[in-house]
């Protein structure tokens, strides 16, 4: 009976899709991005650390691989969250989806995996879906408009390469990989307040302790709603299933936030949701030896 599941990853893509909420409510408390991102996943200390414990001899198994984990996941989470913050939800979130572009290039250029007609055709449509919402009026051409466009590509490849690493991590749980991807966060997002010229305000009781519980809450039924659901679910279908939060997030910013697209970056999104889809359905094969 595959319900649970699917409704597990349904709840996950419906919390990532309105996360954009609780952050811009803890930036309004005072909070910086950075800031807001190192505590939430703080909070997740509670539940990762016991994890670690039990779990410690796997992290000398496959070592490099999940350093590799945490630094892609802390840049992808740190990035999306910055993100969404500073740029237009929509914007950055299509932008975000460009992920299966980048995860099908990395299978071809590392893993050598031979690439169909239709994948080499999802990702020429996934680079038209990209050029559409980029482009800029002003100069005449396709590029990213601020630095919150530059965060939401970038948390993209990252994510790809999170993937990428917990694929071929074969022999490490996936919990370990989950406390590697959180830990991986506060590792990104800590040193980024430490060498950076950002103000560390911790005054704010109720802003650190609203940040520390939607990390423990929040964060943690996202993330262990997705491994449960793509644990009991096919890998493609999971990934479909979550394209739910892009509905989710189109609707929410609609309802709540005065951000509208062109339609030029409309159509450019629909278009990177296909792509994905598409890349999402399709087979890949290894080359034969």
């Not at 996943?41 to 992290?59: D, F, H, M, N």
């Not at 991590?169 to 060498?195: C, D, P, R, Y």
């Not at 609609?254 to 792509?275: H, K, N, P, Q, S």
Request: charged share 10%; proline share 3%; glycine share 6%.
């Amino acid at each position: 009976m595959t319900i649970l599941p699917v409704l597990a990853l349904l709840l996950a893509a419906s919390l990532w899709g309105i996360f954009w909420i609780p952050l811009r409510w803890l930036e309004s408390l005072g909070l910086s991005g950075l800031l807001a991102t190192f505590l939430i996943y703080i909070g997740t200390l509670v539940i990762s650390l016991p994890i670690l414990l039990v779990k410690r001899a796997e992290w000398r198994q496959q070592p490099a691989l999940i350093l590799a984990i945490m630094l892609s996941s802390g840049w992808c989470n740190t990035a999306f969250i910055l993100a969404i913050i500073d740029g237009e939800i929509m914007r950055v979130i299509l932008l975000f989806y460009l992920s299966p572009l980048w995860s099908t290039l990395l299978a071809r250029i590392l893993l050598k995996e031979q690439l169909s007609a239709r994948a080499y055709a999802t990702l020429v449509l996934a680079a038209l879906g990209a050029l559409l919402i980029l482009w800029e009026p002003r100069m005449g051409m396709p590029w990213p408009g601020s630095s919150a466009d530059w965060l939401a590509i970038s948390s993209g490849f990252a994510f790809a390469f999170t993937n990428l690493f917990t694929h071929m991590a074969g022999q490490t749980s996936i919990k370990t990989k989950t406390v590697a991807a959180w830990l991986g966060v506060i590792l990104i997002s800590g040193s980024a307040l430490l060498l950076g010229d950002h103000q560390i305000v911790l005054s704010n009781t109720t802003g650190v302790m609203m940040a520390l519980l939607i990390g423990l809450l929040m964060m943690s039924v996202m993330t262990f709603a997705v491994v449960y659901g793509v644990t009991h679910l096919p890998v493609h279908r999971s990934a479909i299933i979550l394209l739910f939060q892009v509905v989710v997030a189109a609707i929410s910013s609609y309802l709540l936030t005065e951000e509208r697209m062109a339609w030029y970056e409309w159509l450019g999104g629909i278009i990177v949701i296909v792509a994905a889809y598409l890349a999402i359905t399709q087979q890949s094969h290894r080359p034969q030896t």
